[in-house]
């Protein structure tokens, strides 16, 4: 096992054996899926090349990508161990982001389960498949705070929560890497990249790429909570963001990068651009040219360009006239290096094909996990008249939707190696579940009209519950795939009130991947279940929840608002000096659904919270106890999700008025009840007041214990000096 002592002085040996070409091309990771391949193996042959991006464009998430094959990868890397003048192996990264071969529900979804152990698994099955396929670097996760679903990128992340984005990411991150340096790559294991640094989801008007103003207090205690978990968690690498911010492009930024990410949080991994974020200052008016981007965005502390040429083609210059020190080149050298040799490239840099056995035992087992991801991930919003599960065998089932019969759309954006041909659709599972009791419509290309008549007739023919399956498909959200109204596709709200109409009860079950506005879907349907685009097993899975196999255990990571004009909406917003008034003239200003919320079928009643104080000092007291007393009040048995929340009745600075700092779950049986013990540590109660300490002010706060960001169970309690 490698020490870090051993690590660091196996860096400055290869360092010192580098030109400044070599060193240079150490700095620069190139597509490989280019034109001209003998160039690039040259370039490769020469050290001009450090790392490959395995994708051919900026829109990789939404555009089929196909990756190199093993064989052509292991060419590639024999070059430039054997043939470059130090033998330096090639980096291969590619965005990995919620499965690879095996795909998972989108990260927003799998926020939806609350369930970090789980998020982990999914993560380590993905590092497993694409290091099989000699990829070495995911660019995931990723931690922007995200509170606009009109912006694309919602999907990608972990939702509106700084502390719970934080906490998902780190069990993704574990997932990826968490095992000895130097061993990574022999253990099956990825690089993980924290991104977008830093505030690339506070775009303005939810559009992708666009200008960013966040103020210091907001940066220190919404934004940069997240990554600084990822950094806690020992995350290797982290990706600077496209946007400009503060007037700054977040690749060219001194302060955030170097001053903040480097210095205040003591980042010592590598720092990657997005791509070609770069040369993009010069769109941003920023830079005059190639060589201007260049020079600040090395200086910042931006130690790899992703695609563009600004470092290859400039720096040797920028470095001869003293405008970029070799210091600072040198730097950026080590950070690449040690790297690839925590990761274990030096020691074996090839990629050996797997035996078929092994393979599919692997996609058995990988397959399990992604249908209890998805089990766990669907969130029941709506159920009147215990109208789901749908659990009688006599019962007849009309099942009609655009999204009824789709394998593509259910895989979901960033989903770059799967197959919709492995994609188990809905109409697939409801007639293995249902058989002839199932009634579908066929025609996969039918019309609303046409659908709304396939269902009339159907229901003359004694069908005793309607399944409408709609909502987005996957091309709809990911990277640069903006709206302005989050209402579902046209016509499918048409299509829901024309089978309400009919007399039955109906199930709705929406699929997207961003939050919708709903309301006229809550007007009409007896029960909605919500999933974000859930991957191969997204049939299976939902048919679970909806004949009541699993209990419904999803709980939504972000508010839905109930209009576009409400938005930003969340749930974790500061006191406003009149807080009986600030309400809409035509609506209110409440959402939806709440942050946290999501029913089960079973009951539950939170009976007794008691704290193990009501007064707690700074310096002997580190951790909160809460003993919480709950019991099953309903008939089936369930999984309650306790969500545990602070208030900071007084402070400094002002903040928000409720804001997550635990959860956990209980399964309970009938009638069952349980005590249960939660720590929850007093940091989890700091903040930033100026500067970059973080702490806990003294004075009174309260304890909120619920099933989600509205609950009413208050226990006040104070922290002295």
């Known amino acids: 096992m490698m020490n870090r002592y051993d690590l660091d002085a196996l860096v400055e040996q290869r360092l010192s054996k580098l030109s400044l070409i070599e060193k240079i091309g150490q700095l620069c990771q190139e597509t490989a899926e280019c034109d001209d391949r003998s160039a690039l193996s040259e370039r490769i042959r020469s050290g001009q090349v450090g790392s490959l991006i395995l994708a051919s464009t900026p829109f990789a998430g939404s555009e089929a990508q196909v990756s190199l094959t093993l064989s ?57 498949e694409a290091s099989r396929a000699g990829v070495h670097w995911t660019f995931s996760p990723m931690l922007d705070v995200a509170r606009d679903p009109r912006w694309g990128r919602v999907v990608e992340g972990y939702g509106e929560d700084p502390f719970y984005v934080g906490e998902c990411g780190a069990a993704a991150i574990r997932g990826y890497q968490n ?78 990068i170097s001053e903040l990410l480097k210095q205040g949080m003591g980042f010592d991994g590598l720092v990657v651009s ?50 970029v020190s070799m210091e600072r080149i040198d730097d950026a050298v080590r950070r690449v290096l040690r790297i690839k040799l925590a990761y274990g490239l030096f020691a074996d840099p090839y990629t050996v094909p797997q035996p078929v056995s092994v393979v599919r035992q692997s996609q058995v087992q990988a397959r399990k996990l992604a249908r209890q991801m998805m089990q ?62 199932c009634l579908c419509m066929h025609d996969v290309n039918a019309s609303m009209e046409e659908m709304l008549e396939f269902a009339k007739t159907a229901v003359l023919s004694a069908s005793d519950t309607i ?53 006229r879907v809550i007007a009409c349907a007896d029960a ?14 939902l048919i679970d929840v909806l004949v009541g196999r699993v209990d419904a255990v999803g709980r939504l990571p972000v508010s839905f608002p109930k209009a576009t004009g409400q938005i930003p909406i969340y749930y974790n917003r500061k006191r406003v000096g009149r807080p009986w008034a600030g309400e809409y ?47 099953n009040v309903g008939a089936r048995s369930g999984v309650a999700q306790i969500q545990v929340y602070a208030e900071d009745l007084v402070s400094t600075r002002s903040r928000p008025k409720r804001f997550l700092v635990g959860f956990f779950r209980a399964k309970l049986k009938p009638n069952q009840n349980r005590s249960i013990k939660y720590p929850v540590p007093l940091t989890r109660l700091a903040y930033v007041v100026s500067g970059e300490e973080r702490i806990v002010e003294p004075g009174d706060f309260k304890l909120c214990v619920g099933m989600d960001s509205n609950c009413d169970i208050e226990i006040p309690f104070s922290v002295c000096i």
């Not at 790559?185 to 989801?201: D, R, S, T, V």
């Not at 159920?383 to 065998?393: I, K, V």
């Not at 909605?528 to 299976?540: D, L």
């Open 376 to 437: 766990e991930s669907v969130v029941l919003l709506k159920n009147e008249h215990g109208t789901l599960p749908l659990e009688q065998s006599e019962q007849k089932l009309l099942l009609v939707g655009p999204m009824l019969h789709e394998q593509d759309a259910l895989l979901g954006t960033w989903a770059m190696d799967g197959n919709p041909a492995d994609v188990c659709s809905y109409a697939m599972a409801a007639q293995a579940e249902w058989g002839s009791a």
């Open 467 to 519: 399944v409408v399956f709609v909502g987005e498909p996957a091309t709809r959200s990911g990277e640069n795939h903006c709206v302005t109204d989050i209402q579902l596709p046209r016509g499918q709200i048409e299509l829901i009130e024309g089978l309400a109409k009919l007399g039955r009860p109906l199930v709705a079950v929406v699929t997207a991947g961003r939050p919708l506005i709903l309301d």
């Open 274 to 323: 997005d791509w070609a974020s770069i040369w993009e200052m010069l769109e941003h008016g920023l830079a005059a040219h190639e060589s201007d981007a260049a020079r600040i965005a090395m200086n910042a502390g931006v130690d790899m360009e992703m695609v563009t040429r600004c470092y290859a083609d400039s720096l040797e210059s920028l470095q001869a006239t003293g405008q």
């Open 528 to 541: 909605i279940i919500f999933s974000f685009h859930g991957g191969v097993e997204s049939g299976p899975g």
């Open 179 to 256: 095992v000895a340096i130097g061993s990574m790559k022999e253990q099956g294991k990825l690089i993980a990249c924290a991104k977008h640094f830093i505030g690339y989801a506070a775009a303005e008007g939810g559009r992708d790429y666009n200008t960013t103003e966040i103020t210091q207090h907001s940066m220190s205690n919404v934004y940069l909570p997240p990554f600084e978990r990822a950094i806690a968690t020992g995350c290797m690498t982290v990706m600077s963001a496209f946007n400009e911010i503060n007037g700054e492009s977040a690749s060219g930024s001194y302060h955030l």
């Open 585 to 631: 003239l035509d609506m209110d200003a409440l959402p939806q659904f709440n942050f946290g919320s999501g029913l089960s079928y079973t009951k539950f009643q939170i009976q007794e919270v008691n704290l193990s104080s009501n007064c707690y000092s700074l310096g002997c007291d580190d951790t909160l106890e809460v003993k919480v007393s709950i019991k």
């Open 72 to 128: 052509e990868l292991n060419e590639l890397q024999r070059i430039a161990v054997e043939e470059s003048p130090n033998g330096i192996p090639l980096l291969y990264g590619r965005d990995i982001i919620h499965g690879h071969r095996t795909v998972f529900p989108v990260p927003l979804g799998q926020a939806c389960t609350w369930n970090l152990d789980l998020i982990e698994a999914c993560s380590d099955l993905a590092a497993t």
